[in-house]
């Protein structure tokens, strides 16, 4: 794993998976799933496919998308412009 750049903000570190929802809410339907003999698993199952298919890398400090790998051109640049 290489150490980035954000973009945005001119973090230099190692980027964080970020998870949209919330998984008390994924458990909680899970939960309700079994109590209610798969009622609620109509809504469980594509809840927890979605969370799994909207995981994205993101910045630690600015919570934005753009971060890049140091050892490229504008990698350096960016790291020239914010130290």
Sequence with gaps: MTKKI??????????????????????????????????????AIPYSIWRLC???????KCRGGAMIPVDTPAGRELMAKFN
């Design 54 to 60: 909207s995981k994205s890398k993101i910045c630690p």
């Design 6 to 43: 954000c973009t945005q903000c001119g973090y230099y570190g190692f980027e964080i998976t970020y998870t949209k929802g919330s998984l008390v809410i994924e458990i909680i339907l899970w939960v309700l799933g079994v109590f209610t003999f798969g009622i609620f698993l109509l809504i």
